[in-house]
C-alpha cells in the first residue's frame, strides 16, 4: 500500500522520499541567503523544453532574513520573474510572481545536506496539490537549482523533474 503524503504530512514525505541521512537536518535561513547572493548566468528549462540562457540576480538582505532571486528572461515568457523568500521562525515564506500572472505565496521549510539546500512545502500547481521541492544542487562551480513537484493526487512515489535552472558565476563586466 501506498501512503499518500497529503495524509501524513510533510515529515511523512521526508521519510519516504529522502533516506534519513540525506535532508533530514534543518538548514539556517541566513546561511542559504548568504550562499546564493550574487549575479548568475547559465541555461535553463522546464520539462521537454528547449534549454534558453538566465540571468539570475540574487539579493541577500542585509539581515540575511530575505533573498530575493530575478530570473531573466522567465520560463513563460521574455519577461523576468521574481522569487522573493523570507524567513519567518522556522518556516520560509515564498511569493512569486511571472510578470503576468498573479502572485503565488507558500511556505516551505528548509533544510541542508552537504552543502546543498532543499525547500519543501505542500502547495499546487496546475490546479493540483502538490508537494513542491526547491533543490539548490552545490556544485563545484555554481548551483544546480532544481524545482521538482509530486502530485499529491495520484500514486507516484517519487519527484517528478519540472524545472531546472544552472547558477553559474556571471562573467565578470
Excluded at 37 to 63: F, R, V
Excluded at 112 to 126: A, D, I, T
Amino acid at each position: 500500500m501506498i501512503l499518500s503524503c497529503s495524509k501524513y504530512g510533510l515529515l511523512c514525505c521526508l521519510f519516504l522520499c529522502f533516506p534519513i541521512t540525506s535532508w533530514a537536518e534543518r538548514a539556517n535561513f541566513s546561511e542559504f541567503c548568504s550562499a546564493l547572493d550574487g549575479q548568475w548566468q547559465g541555461s535553463s528549462a522546464k520539462s521537454k523544453q528547449k534549454p534558453i540562457q538566465t540571468k539570475i540576480n540574487a539579493n541577500c538582505s542585509d539581515d540575511r532574513r530575505q533573498l530575493i532571486l530575478t530570473v531573466n528572461p522567465s520560463a513563460k515568457h521574455p519577461l523576468s520573474e521574481t522569487w522573493w523568500f523570507r524567513a519567518r521562525g522556522e518556516a520560509i515564506s515564498l511569493i512569486y510572481f511571472d510578470g503576468v500572472d498573479e502572485d503565488k505565496s507558500q511556505l516551505f521549510s528548509l533544510y541542508h545536506h552537504q552543502g546543498s539546500y532543499s525547500l519543501l512545502g505542500e502547495g499546487e500547481l496546475n490546479s493540483r496539490p502538490a508537494m513542491i521541492q526547491l533543490r539548490f544542487d552545490q556544485k563545484e562551480v555554481g548551483w544546480l537549482w532544481l524545482q521538482n513537484i509530486q502530485y499529491l493526487d495520484d500514486d507516484t512515489d517519487r519527484y517528478l523533474f519540472y524545472r531546472g535552472i544552472e547558477m553559474l558565476p556571471a562573467a565578470e563586466q
